[in-house]
């Protein structure tokens, strides 16, 4: 099923739904693959409170299809959505992995830790919410919500109102936002803010890592002079970060020759210079060339066998 459809049937999916279950999530500062989950024992009323507000993000996806502006994008990373258009990702996407294991294996909230106010730790790196919904087919969608800055609102600044005196409140109060992040179903992840997403599931602490890793393979195919200058920039460039480690998903990286490498530069008039020594290309990396370099090193070029037509592409598969 197509990302569009599989958006627009929500509504039909969730009611089929059998359980309704509210699971925070928590990661590790140091390892933001380790993603901790635990249970959160709710009332009956509580929940239907969550699922209203579920009920209102559809209902705008539902509006914005109404008056024909919604807009399903692929998600590009630093790019930053309008009101009508919802980005997505295929779950099968390989930069976003570790949250493919974790969501697609989502265990039965029955095996799941229920929440202690005791487990410090947990809640230091508490990022999101869960509303979990299990579904009569045994599927399953994900409304991953923010979780609020304030996980708790300190007692002694709050009171309430008993028969006319104003008297302190004892019990901790937990604060639940309503910010959309993400909806996860059918293998698609569909983003309501970009920003959001990657800040929690730090998605981009998750590409630098694997950059300098690629990097270094690269340089087994092909030499690259000012090395630790383009593992500096594409770290700090988010479209190119993306777009390199994409790499990963080769069996193999491409094999780079002198004379091809050569001519793809002066075929395509890249920026990106090139030193030979004994037969053997060298290409060195500069800033002002990033993009070409980049593209050079995806493969992002190819020459049409019909029309002699040259093409930059975004993706490539092998025939």
């Known amino acids: 099923m197509k990302a ?57 996806i539902d509006k914005l299809r109404d008056e024909n502006r919604l ?15 919802i980005s997505y990702l295929n779950i099968n996407d390989r930069s976003i992995e570790y949250l493919k294991t974790r969501f697609t294996s989502f265990p039965k909230s029955s095996i799941i830790d229920d929440f202690s106010k005791d ?51 004892k019990e901790e109060i937990y604060s639940f936002d309503s910010s959309l992040v993400a909806i996860i179903t059918n293998n698609y992840i569909f983003i309501r803010s970009e920003h959001l997403f990657e800040q929690i599931f730090q998605f981009y602490k998750q590409l630098k890592e694997k950059s300098v890793k690629l990097v270094d393979k690269f340089e087994t195919v092909i030499k690259i002079k000012n090395i630790e200058k383009f593992k500096k920039s594409l770290k700090s460039n988010k479209t190119l970060l993306k777009r390199f480690t994409e790499m990963e998903m080769l069996d193999e990286l491409p094999k780079f020759n002198t004379i091809g490498t050569k001519n793809t530069i002066e075929k395509f008039n890249l920026s990106v210079k090139y030193e030979i020594l004994d037969g053997e290309i060298t290409l060195v990396f500069e800033e002002n060339s990033k993009y070409d370099f980049v593209k050079l090193l995806t493969r992002a070029y190819l020459n049409s066998e019909a029309t002699n037509e040259q093409f930059e592409v975004n993706s490539k598969r092998k025939l």
């Open 71 to 85: 807009e399903l994008i692929p998600y590009n990373p630093g790019y930053k959505s309008e009101t009508n258009e």
């Open 4 to 60: 569009d459809e599989n958006l627009l049937n929500i509504p039909n999916y969730i009611v089929d739904k059998i359980n309704v279950t509210v699971v925070l999530g928590s990661m590790d500062r140091n390892d933001q693959s380790n993603i901790e989950l635990r249970l959160l024992p709710t009332s009956k009323p509580l929940i239907n409170k969550f699922e209203d507000i579920v009920n209102d993000e559809l209902n705008k």
């Open 119 to 169: 487990d410090e730790e947990f809640l230091r790196n508490l990022k999101f919410y869960d509303l979990f919904f299990e579904l009569k087919n045994k599927k399953f969608i994900h409304f991953i919500f923010r979780y609020s800055t304030i996980k708790t609102i300190n007692q002694k600044l709050i009171s309430k109102l008993i028969d006319g005196t104003f008297d302190i409140l």
